[in-house]
Structures are given as C-alpha cells and as structure tokens.
C-alpha cells in the first residue's frame, strides 16, 4: 500500500460531458514494479469527447477515470524498481501494454482512459513498464500533451512512413495530431499543406511553419488546391477526417504515396478505385508503442520542439474544456492543471 491510501478522483459515472463528478477513491497496493504518480497535468483528445459522449463504446465500465494523457511526478517507487526514482517527471504510455514491436491483438486493452481507468486523478499508480521521462525543457503542462496526440503523428510519419528532408506532407485540420504532424514534419526538413475551416487558425499555422495553407471551407475541392502548389501529389497525408475526407486525400496524394488512417472526424462513402490505381499505401494508426514514444522524446528533445497549448484550464474545468473541443475553435491542444 502506498503511504497515501487515497486519491481525489474524476469519474465519468454516465455517458454525458456534465456527467464527471469528484470523489475520493482508494489507491490500489504499490507493487514491487509499481510507481506512485503525483499528477500536475492532463490534456484533451477527441477520443476523450467521444467516450464522455458515449460515441466510443457503449461497453467501457463505468464508473471511469477518464483522459489517457497526463504528466505528473514520482513520489514513491516499489521495492523492485528500476527504471525511474523519487522525483523523476514522467508520462504515462496511452496502452499500458505496447512497449516494442507490432501492436499486439490485447493492446487496446490497456488503453488508459478507455478500457482501463485514465489519468484524471491527483496521484495514480502505474507500472514501471508504463512511463516513459519527460524532456528537460517541457513543462508538465506541454508533457501532458505528447502521449496520445503526438505519438501518433510521429508512428504516422516516421515508423510507419517514410519521410525524409524535401518530402511533401499534407496534413488536415488544427487540431492535436495535425499541429504535432506539421511540428515534426517540418523539423524533419519536409514541406507541409495544412488545411482548417479558419483563416485565423491558418494564419497561426503559417507562422509555426506551414508552407501551403488551405481553407477546406472556401475550397470545397481542396485536393485541387493542394495539387496547384505539388502537382505531383503529395508524399503523405495525415488523415484524420476519415470517410468523408479519404477520396479528396487520395486525389492529393502522388502515386506510390501514403496515408496515415488515423481518425474518423467525417462520415461519408469512399471509392477505393483511384487508392488502388495509384498504387497508395493506406497505413491503419492507433497510437504506437512505448519505443515509439522514447524515440519521439528524443528529437523532440533534440529538435527543442515545444507543442502547441491553445487553451490551459484547471482539472475542475473539465465539462467547459470538453465544450471547447466539441466546438472545434481549439487550435493545437487543451491542456488542464491540477
Ligand atoms: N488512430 C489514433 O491513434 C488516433 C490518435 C489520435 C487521434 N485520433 C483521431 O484523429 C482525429 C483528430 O484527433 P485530434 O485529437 O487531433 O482532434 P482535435 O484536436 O479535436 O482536432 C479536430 C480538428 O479537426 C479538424 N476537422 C474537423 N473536420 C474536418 C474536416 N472535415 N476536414 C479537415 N479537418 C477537419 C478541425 O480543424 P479546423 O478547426 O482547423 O478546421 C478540428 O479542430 C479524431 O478522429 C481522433 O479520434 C486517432
């Protein structure tokens, strides 16, 4: 057992974004490879919404903790640990059970926030296994943002894509996978077309890198856009619009090129006749493994990179955070602090 027996916790105890309420809950024994985690910071992704919603699963139990992303330091360590100390600042990994290679079928099962209690609570208690460090220049705050949001943009990019200095990336929206998209895409010396229903948002972008900016409002026919400035096509997208955005995303694409499958904002049909006659790579993404996450680290250490905050809040603010991102007007990530 912990010194400390209890913990300030959020439950989502009915599907609703106003259904989150506070309660004290008991920590669970401090295992031999276990550390206790003094939360400082979480952050929002749209899965979040859609789980409070409902629209996820119908099947996670409840009462759940929700959020997979926060940051937080160690105050106590199991007699067996090994991997961190007192005081070290660490993220918890978005699938407790993914450290290397190919996800694995039981993976999701361990996704924090989801299938398993998330991280909105004072102190959690994980294994060692489960964390990795936080770069020296992050603020808990900016670490909070990295687990889900950011490792998925680098597995799209760089373990399951293939980019390289010069290379063309598309990517579509503001929200927290594009932004991290373009950071790490232009870090890595590519060109990024960045599409937003906003001229403020593309605005910002310009300014954090962007090279083509796009309204997808204005320009319902936005692959053509993209193709006036890289009439080539581009050599990935970041796909994050799903059905109703996947044929405009194949039309973009030059031949031979790749799509990160990453999310499902839109509905719609899709024709997959020019996906196969271009001969396009169409790569499913669900996070990435705890590898992937220390190999991020490191260039965005390297890199300096800091993510993008559109809004900080307090944990008590939850209900008003999750309004903010059903509305859409974030630009980046919500963060909130304990
Ligand atoms: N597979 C995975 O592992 C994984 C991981 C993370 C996220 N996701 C998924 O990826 C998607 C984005 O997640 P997120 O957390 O980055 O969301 P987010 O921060 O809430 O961003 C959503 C943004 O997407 C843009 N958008 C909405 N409809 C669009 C459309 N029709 N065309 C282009 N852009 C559109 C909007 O940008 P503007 O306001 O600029 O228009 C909106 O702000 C979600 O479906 C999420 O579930 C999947």
């Known amino acids: 057992m912990p010194t400390q027996t209890t913990t300030r916790a959020f439950e989502l105890t009915d599907y609703g974004l106003d259904k989150i309420t506070i309660r004290d809950r008991q920590l669970p024994e401090l295992g031999s490879h276990d550390v206790l985690v003094k939360m400082k910071a979480v952050s929002l992704n749209y899965r979040d919404f859609l789980i409070a919603k409902g629209l996820y699963s119908r099947n996670l139990k409840l009462p759940l903790v929700p959020l997979s992303d926060g940051a937080g330091e160690i105050v106590e360590v199991g007699s067996a640990v090994s991997r961190f100390k007192r005081g070290d600042r660490v993220t918890p990994i978005f699938m407790q059970s993914w450290i290397a290679g190919q996800i694995a079928a039981n993976d999701g099962k361990s996704a924090l926030g989801g299938a398993i209690d998330g991280v909105l609570m004072n102190e959690a208690v994980f294994n060692e296994s489960g964390l990795v460090r936080i770069p020296d220049h992050l603020t808990f705050e900016e670490a909070a943002t ?12 760089f373990e399951t894509g293939n980019i ?101 904002l839109t509905d719609g049909a899709f024709d997959p006749t020019k996906l196969l006659m271009k001969h396009l790579r169409l790569q499913g993404i669900f996070v990435g493994s705890r590898e992937m996450f220390e190999r991020m680290n490191h260039a965005v250490d390297a890199n300096k990179i800091s993510p993008i905050i559109d809004k900080g809040y307090k944990v008590e603010e939850i209900t008003e955070a999750l309004n903010t991102l059903e509305s859409g007007s974030h630009f980046g990530k919500i963060v909130l602090a304990f």
């Not at 990295?146 to 990019?157: G, S």
């Not at 954090?208 to 936005?222: F, P, R, S, V």
């Open 164 to 264: 390289k200095p010069g290379s063309k990336v598309l990517t579509l929206g503001t929200g927290g996978v594009s932004i991290f998209a373009m950071q790490f895409a232009k870090a890595a010396g590519a060109l990024v077309a960045i599409t937003s229903s906003s001229e403020e948002k593309l605005e910002r972008a310009k300014q954090l890198g962007a090279d083509i900016c796009i309204n997808y409002k204005q320009n319902a026919d936005w692959d053509k856009e993209v193709l006036k400035h890289f009439p080539e096509g581009v050599d990935h997208v970041i796909e994050v619009g799903g059905a109703g955005t996947l044929d405009r995303s194949v039309k973009a694409a030059r031949p031979g090129g790749h799509i990160s499958m990453i999310g499902r």
């Open 146 to 157: 990295l687990p889900c949001a950011a490792v998925t943009a680098w597995n799209a990019l």
